[in-house]
C-alpha cells in the first residue's frame, strides 16, 4: 500500500485550476493522528471541495460561457461531480470499505482526473 490518504489532504483536479482539500466526515479510524479515508469519501462539496474555476468544455457551464463568448475558453466555478474513489486498497479497510491511498484517483463527470497530491499522513504511529 502506498501512503494512506487522510482528512486535509491536498487534492488536484486536472481541469481544476486551484487545489482543494478532502474531508473525512466520520472519523472513526485514524492514521497518524487523522481520520483516514475510504473510496466512498468522495461526495462533492462534502468530501471534495471545488477546486477554484472549472475549464473542461464538457462542464455545460463552461460550455455556455464559452459559447456566449463566441467561442472563447471562459472559465466557470467548479462544482465538482464525483462517485468514489479508484481502485483502492481492498487489503485495508476504514469504516468497512477500501482504504484510499496516494495512487488512487477520483473521476469527475466532467472528465478531469482527481488525485491526491498531498496525502495527509506524515507519520505512522505503532502501536
Known sequence: MGVQVTSGAVLMCSFGMAPSTLTVVVPTIMAGGM????IMDAAPI?????FGMCITPSNPMVAAATAAAL???????CIPVTETWVPG???V???KMPAVDN??????NWG?????TFPGQVKVIDG
Open 103 to 108: 495512487t488512487c484517483t477520483c473521476m469527475c
Open 71 to 77: 467561442g472563447v475558453l471562459t472559465p466557470m466555478p
Open 112 to 116: 478531469g482526473v482527481i488525485a491526491p
Open 93 to 95: 479497510m476504514v469504516r
Open 46 to 50: 462534502v468530501n471534495i471541495a471545488p
Open 89 to 91: 486498497v481492498p487489503t
Open 35 to 38: 481520520p483516514a479515508a475510504n
